[in-house]
């Protein structure tokens, strides 16, 4: 069983930076891909960028150019840079682990914009 946890979530304003981090409790190399989700209040999750084993990525549209994902295979660590931080990217941040046919979830971890 795998133990994904997350932190560095937290209040920040306007235009300001957060990085989450998403820590697992064994080898994340031979991980199929690992990835961000948000779940804002009233509205379902929504994926927000995954990461594969050949450190490939991806993201939903609403954070290109905003957000980062990378991976620190020897630190068995996943991170999100978010810069120019919206009001709309209020949610509950989940980082998800698949290694072939199994799905781990984070507890997840709060981030708040606003002034």
């Keep these: 069983q795998v133990r994904?946890?997350?932190s560095g979530g937290g209040?920040?304003?306007?235009?300001g930076s957060l990085r989450l981090s998403c820590a697992a409790s064994t080898n994340i190399v031979s991980f199929?891909?690992?990835?961000?989700?948000?779940?804002a209040p009233g509205k379902q999750r929504e994926w927000v960028a995954t990461i594969t084993s050949a450190g490939t990525t991806n993201y939903v549209d609403s954070v290109k150019g905003r957000f980062t994902i990378s991976r620190d295979n020897?630190?068995?660590?996943?991170?999100?840079?978010m810069n120019s931080l919206k009001s709309e990217d209020?949610?509950?941040?989940?980082?998800k682990s698949v290694w072939e046919n199994t799905v781990n979830w984070?507890?997840?971890t709060q981030v708040t914009v606003s002034s």
């Design 90 to 95: 209020t949610a509950v941040y989940y980082c």
């Design 4 to 6: 994904l946890v997350e």
């Design 11 to 15: 209040l920040v304003q306007p235009g």
């Design 74 to 81: 020897a630190k068995n660590t996943m991170y999100l840079q």
């Design 106 to 108: 984070g507890q997840g």
């Design 32 to 39: 199929n891909f690992m990835g961000w989700y948000r779940q």
